[in-house]
């Protein structure tokens, strides 16, 4: 903690994968011969740089620029790239520290890392996120590449982002590389199912967790954060499975449908217009409600809630909230977003026995479908949705398995996080130790 000052979300991340690891270091005491917690909680290379642009008033604006290459001992480095005005060191090297464990739980070949910029994408126009872009990518570049590192998106980086990132990249190394971003349109590059990904992929593992109780999705009320690319698809996918969702949230407050939110609407008014989530209820009329300043977990006390799947930011949902999920009710609770649910809140579900699914575990759909982008792009080939939506399906059923038989085989059935961090713990640092000392 003292070589990181000031990085509490770091802190945080590392905190809850080294809780579950007592019963793994007793039983291998090669790692900690290794000094592999040592290491791998250093990352192997960190680059900040300045961001210049100029805005559309004609005046230069810096912004800050992070890439973390956390661990590559499973392969190139994989993971987005968040544009938010709250982004610092502590937030890259968190996400990125998450990222090692999920990748490695996908049991595909991408190693961990995570950047992004404090750059905010709100209010701005076309052009001058197209400028800002073009300015990231002129500096990260020269760390990138199809077999180096491969970012994606994340919180403020979709499709437009990844299309002008891609672009300066292509211009500046001459080279149609498209397995060097995922998350590409997909007339240059992208795959189907992407843009979906780790939202269904969330229900699917939720749909999982719920069958080792004998319940499922259908006729569940769902409570789920935020209304981004996580968010919206993965309500898609419950109302699919027979639940209804009937909250939703932006940083401005939180929306109440008791009729279920009605996706269309939603990315018309959130992923099209760039709206605020108030919109919504203009359009929507009947029962739906907007509550300014509240978050979706205040909706908690108006009905019973089954399940509850938090995919906006880290530590959203707090222990309050918890509690009165579990007062309404709550059976699961999955994470579609990083570390979106404090420690105290954490400590408060497990007791009341919710089922539980981390977000290395439960959001790691997107990454996994990332990398079935890559393995598209290498082969210069493209898959149907059905096709790689089973592919999807498939690879979360397995992570489901790996976390439930890991957790078994540790003595803590059922437990999630525990299954979770020692499976992807596990898994990276055998890699580790066979590469020597790196
Ligand atoms: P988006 O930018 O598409 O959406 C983020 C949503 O969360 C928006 O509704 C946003 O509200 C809300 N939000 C963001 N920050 C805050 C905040 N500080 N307080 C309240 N609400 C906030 O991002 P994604 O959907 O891509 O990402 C959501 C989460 O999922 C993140 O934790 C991300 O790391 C994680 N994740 C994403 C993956 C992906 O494939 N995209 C893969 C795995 C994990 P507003 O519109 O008002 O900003």
Redesign the pocket.
């Known amino acids: 903690l003292a070589r990181n000052p000031g990085e509490f979300e770091f802190h945080q991340a590392v905190r809850e994968v080294f809780g579950s690891l007592d019963r793994v270091l007793e039983r291998n005491p090669h790692y900690v011969q290794a000094s592999i917690l040592e290491r791998i909680c250093e990352p192997e290379r960190q680059i900040i740089f300045r961001v210049p642009w100029v805005d559309d008033a004609g005046r230069v604006q810096i912004n800050r620029g992070f890439r973390v290459q956390f661990n590559s001992a499973l392969g190139p480095y994989k993971g ?1 790239l ?1 544009f ?1 005005p ?1 982004v610092l060191l502590g937030t890259v090297k968190f ?1 990125g520290f998450e990222q090692i464990f999920k990748n490695s739980l996908t049991g595909m070949p991408i190693g961990g890392g995570k950047g992004g910029s404090d750059f905010d994408p ?1 209010g701005k126009s076309d052009a001058e996120v197209m400028r800002f872009c073009q300015s990231f990518m002129t500096e990260a570049y020269r760390h990138l590449g199809e077999y180096t590192d491969v970012p ?5 980086v ?1 499709a437009r982002e990844i299309g002008y990132l891609f672009g300066q990249y292509k211009r500046i190394t001459n080279q149609y590389e498209s397995g060097v971003l995922t998350g590409k349109g997909l007339t240059w590059g992208g795959s189907l199912v992407r843009t979906e ?2 939202g269904y992929g969330a229900v699917y593992f939720t749909q999982h967790m719920l069958e080792t109780r004998g319940r499922s999705f259908d006729g569940a009320r769902v409570l789920v954060s ?6 919206t698809y993965a309500i898609e996918k419950v109302h699919e499975l027979g639940g209804v969702v009937v909250g939703a ?4 407050g939180a929306v109440y449908d008791p009729d279920g939110i009605d996706v269309a609407l939603l990315r018309e008014v ?1 992923e099209v217009r760039r709206d ?1 989530i108030e919109q919504y209820v203009a359009e929507r009329g009947g029962r739906a409600e907007f509550v300014g300043g509240a978050t979706v977990w205040d909706l908690a006390g108006r009905g019973p809630v089954q399940v509850a799947l938090p ?4 530590n ?1 949902l707090g222990e309050a909230h918890a509690r009165a999920l579990v007062a309404a009710g709550v059976i699961a609770v999955a994470e ?3 570390m ?1 649910t404090t420690p105290e809140a954490i400590t408060v579900l497990r007791e009341a026995g919710v089922l539980f699914g981390p ?1 290395k575990a439960a ?1 790691a759909g ?2 996994a479908t990332s990398a079935l982008e890559m393995q598209q792009n290498a082969s210069r080939d493209s898959w149907s949705f059905e096709h790689t939506e089973q592919r999807l399906a498939e690879i979360m059923a397995s992570i489901h398995e790996r976390c439930a038989t890991t957790a078994d085989e540790y003595g803590a059935p059922g437990d999630y996080v525990v299954g979770a961090n020692i499976a992807g713990f596990v898994r990276a640092a055998d890699a580790m130790l066979a590469l020597g000392v790196i």
């Open positions: 987005g968040r938010h709250s996400l709100k994606a998106g994340d919180i403020g979709g990904a780790t935020g209304s981004g690319n996580v968010a949230s932006d940083s401005s959130k605020r995919c906006a930011t880290q959203e579609g977003a990083n979106p977000g959001n997107g990454v």
